[in-house]
């Protein structure tokens, strides 16, 4: 997104509490619509023709947004500024897609499946954003993921 830039200086000013939390809220419906939306998508059809529909309708959004969006419109132009991360998101988007569909498939229940993989993510990254951006891990933290820990084993050993 413009001016989204993830090596922004320190510096500058915290964004207001809406603004702030707006990609979090957007964030959750959007998974929220995708996880049931992925739960429903029938079985019979063919995993990858379902993600490759899937994607078309992507291109198509995202391409208007572009041309809504973007003050030059030139989109030769912008995504010769790309580098390795465009195609490794949609390399990592496809796996997600696929698994997510594959979740339900090989019967795992909505409400444990989601809950398992986010938190056992979340505390992944956790661990990933203090080995490799030296996050700050505090006490505070490490409690929370501890009771995230002991939670995923009581619902995924509850199964």
């Given amino acids: 997104m413009a001016g989204m830039d993830s090596a ?3 510096a500058q000013k915290k ?4 603004l702030k939390w707006t990609p979090v809220l957007l964030m959750i419906g959007s998974n929220l619509a995708y996880t049931v939306t992925a739960k429903v ?5 063919d995993t990858f023709a379902s ?7 992507c291109i198509v959004y995202a391409l208007t947004m572009f041309f809504i969006t973007s003050k030059n419109k030139n989109y030769v132009k ?8 465009a195609p490794a998101l949609g390399a990592c988007l496809v796996c997600l897609e696929l698994s997510t569909i594959l979740l339900f498939r090989v019967g795992w229940d909505l409400s444990v499946s ?3 993989a986010y938190v056992i993510l979340a505390v992944v990254l956790v661990v990933l954003g203090r080995v490799l951006y030296k996050e700050t891990l ?7 993921i501890a009771i995230s820990l002991v939670g995923v084993l009581l619902v995924g050993l509850a199964g």
Avoid: I
């Avoid at 964004?15 to 809406?18: E, G, I, K, Q, V």
């Avoid at 998508?41 to 059809?45: E, G, K, L, R």
């Avoid at 912008?78 to 390795?84: G, H, L, T, Y």
């Fill in 15 to 18: 964004p207001n509490a809406l």
């Fill in 138 to 144: 505090t006490a505070k933290r490490v409690v929370g």
């Fill in 114 to 116: 989601m809950l398992l």
């Fill in 41 to 45: 998508t029938p079985t019979d059809v």
């Fill in 78 to 85: 912008e995504v010769k500024k790309a580098n390795w991360t």
């Fill in 8 to 10: 922004a200086p320190a």
């Fill in 51 to 57: 993600v490759s529909l899937t994607y078309c309708v």
